[in-house]
């Protein structure tokens, strides 16, 4: 019988703009599960207008900020983040949540807050280790990190092409 995988977690030392080697940003995610694809799916997902004016069909389309949907991601799967405050506390908190540890704002509005005081190159270094864990959520193909993949996924070997 098939039993479920357990997410990886994975931990990543990140070097940006502003960040010293001697102190880089220690930042953990991890990986997706169809429940946090579906919610993250919802969260993203915009209505598409359609109007009739003038015996004319429209229809607009709502698109979602790339930053909106990077915040997003980070929020539904990053474990752990030692970037400080400038009174040295934490940025952002966690806490275990049935073994899983979780971001504990509950609401996207409240991490906002927190994610929106990163320089942008800081946010932008931070999801691309988001991406590394969960490389369906990219555009396009990303590169596949060997370590995000799990067990049985590496035991998968290419069909041979003739």
Not at 44 to 52: E, H, M
Not at 93 to 102: A, I, P, R
Not at 131 to 138: A, F, H, I
Not at 141 to 150: M, N, Q
């Given at each position: ?41 919802e969260m993203l997902a915009k209505p598409i207008t359609r109007s ?37 506390e934490p940025l952002f908190t966690f806490h ?67």
């Amino acid at each position: 019988m098939p039993k479920l995988l357990v997410p990886i977690e994975k931990e990543f030392t990140v070097i940006a703009k502003g960040i010293s080697e001697d102190d880089p940003i220690v930042v953990s995610f991890r990986q997706a599960n169809e429940a946090l694809n579906l919610r993250r799916q919802e969260m993203l997902a915009k209505p598409i207008t359609r109007s009739w004016e003038n015996e004319a069909y429209q229809e607009q389309l709502n698109f979602t900020p790339y930053s909106r949907r990077m915040a997003t991601d980070v929020w539904l799967t990053m474990t752990a983040c030692n970037i400080e405050k400038q009174n040295g506390e934490p940025l952002f908190t966690f806490h275990d949540l049935n073994g899983t540890k979780k971001i504990t704002d509950k609401t996207m509005d409240e991490f906002l807050k927190k994610w929106g005081q990163l320089a942008p190159a800081w946010a932008e270094a931070i999801y691309e280790k988001c991406l590394l864990v969960n490389p369906t959520w990219g555009f396009g193909t990303a590169d596949e990190d060997e370590d995000t993949l799990t067990p049985e996924e590496k035991k998968v070997e290419e069909p041979d092409s003739e």
